[in-house]
């Protein structure tokens, strides 16, 4: 049984900072750095269990957004296929050239062994020069244009200022802290550290669309709060988030193009490769440098924590793949299915249901 009809949107607002380890070890007192990233699906994922009195059936997430005037609008990543000239204020959608049997990639040579022989690479259109990546977020609604395929004009040309990106609601704070005992939780003398820590801006929060289930002990529209949210025993107060949506997708897929936005982080069992749908060809992607993602279970002791905790790969969000279905139905079909849910399997258990590789659709030219 599915209880999709009854998702809702959770924001998950820090009370002070917030510290996520990006997995890599480091030693208190020897001059060490515990570095921070965003929040992981799993870190959003975990802190509303207790929120909701158990587990949901899935989390979908997170995703940046800002509150003005009682209204949410998601931010996501820039699309790995814009480039921008540097030094110039025009952006450009990368295009698909026109197959070169003599023009070659890494990334076709990594896919070559999973039966996808003529993997095509993108290139910047005439006229464009010395391009390099974009960063950052752009608003819900400029990523739907980008997924309708309406954002750039007919030559894959547009302006910075048309994607309206804000500025990072993230900001580092360094903090100094002492290394603690993790058994006696009890602090040991000289073990002095540095962590960097995040900020979030005001009026910004983490958010996650969660579909509910009856063994829940709250309804997803009355969470309670505060929980703790990353790592420190930080807080964060949980709220719905009313009004927050993906970006919808098209309903037309001329020729059986589809474009595969990757939301979130995504761990996949062929690594940067997606499952791919068996009607459907691979001929093109951009993804980028693959994000070290550091996960345990909940803890109940340290001994606990150190037998769970786990390091992967992860396609970073922002990646794209530019898939071709033989028929036009079949496309719209898949999308159906498709659309801001985790692309599986995953290429570990619960990771889909924790957020983990939420992809979006839309066209591609």
């Known amino acids: 049984m599915t209880h999709e009809a009854h998702r809702r949107w959770l924001a998950l607002v820090p009370r002070d900072t917030v510290q996520v380890r990006d997995g890599r070890s480091f030693d208190a007192g020897a001059g060490g750095v515990a570095h921070t990233v965003r929040p992981w699906p799993s870190t959003v994922a975990g802190a509303l269990v207790p929120a909701l009195g158990g587990e949901p059936e899935s989390v979908r997430g997170p995703v940046l957004a800002q509150e003005v005037d009682g209204h949410w609008t998601p931010h996501l990543p820039v699309p790995l296929d814009l480039v921008r000239e540097s030094g110039r204020e025009d952006v450009w959608r990368l295009r698909l050239p026109e197959a070169d049997p003599g023009v070659s990639s890494d990334l076709a040579a990594l896919a070559r062994p999973h039966g996808i022989p003529d993997l095509r690479s993108l290139s910047a259109p005439e006229g464009a020069e010395d391009t390099e990546p974009l960063a950052g977020l752009v608003p819900g609604h400029v990523l739907r244009s980008y997924l309708h395929g309406e954002l750039e004009d007919d030559e894959g040309l547009l302006s910075v200022s048309d994607l309206e990106q804000p500025e990072d609601p993230l900001s580092p704070e360094t903090r100094v802290g002492l290394g603690l005992d993790p058994n006696t939780r009890t602090a040991k003398t000289g073990l002095l550290y540095t962590s960097t820590h995040l900020r979030l801006a005001e009026d910004w929060a983490f958010?996650?669309?969660?579909?509910?289930?009856?063994?829940?002990?709250?309804?997803?529209?009355?969470?309670?709060?505060?929980?703790?949210?990353?790592?420190?025993?930080?807080?964060?107060?949980?709220?719905?988030?009313?009004?927050?949506?993906?970006?919808?997708?098209?309903?037309?897929?001329?020729?059986?193009?589809?474009?595969?936005?990757?939301?979130?982080?995504?761990?996949?069992?062929?690594?940067?490769?997606?499952?791919?749908?068996?009607?459907?060809?691979?001929?093109?992607?951009?993804?980028?440098?693959?994000?070290?993602?550091?996960?345990?279970?909940?803890?109940?002791?340290?001994?606990?924590?150190?037998?769970?905790?786990?390091?992967?790969?992860?396609?970073?969000?922002?990646?794209?793949?530019?898939?071709?279905?033989?028929?036009?139905?079949?496309?719209?079909?898949?999308?159906?299915?498709?659309?801001?849910?985790?692309?599986?399997?995953?290429?570990?258990?619960?990771?889909?249901?924790?957020?983990?590789?939420?992809?979006?659709?839309?066209?591609?030219s």
Request: glycine residues 8%; proline residues 13%; positive net charge.
């Open 207 to 364: 958010c996650a669309e969660v579909t509910p289930t009856p063994k829940q002990h709250r309804a997803v529209e009355s969470p309670a709060g505060p929980v703790r949210f990353g790592g420190l025993s930080r807080l964060a107060d949980v709220a719905p988030a009313r009004g927050l949506h993906w970006p919808d997708a098209p309903l037309a897929y001329p020729e059986g193009k589809v474009l595969v936005y990757v939301a979130t982080p995504a761990v996949w069992e062929r690594g940067w490769l997606p499952p791919l749908p068996p009607n459907a060809d691979l001929v093109a992607a951009c993804v980028g440098d693959p994000l070290p993602v550091a996960t345990a279970s909940p803890v109940q002791d340290h001994q606990h924590f150190l037998r769970t905790r786990t390091l992967m790969w992860a396609v970073p969000p922002g990646s794209v793949y530019y898939l071709k279905f033989l028929n036009p139905d079949d496309a719209e079909h898949w999308v159906k299915q498709s659309h801001r849910t985790a692309l599986g399997p995953a290429a570990r258990k619960r990771l889909d249901t924790a957020g983990f590789g939420v992809v979006l659709t839309g066209v591609w």
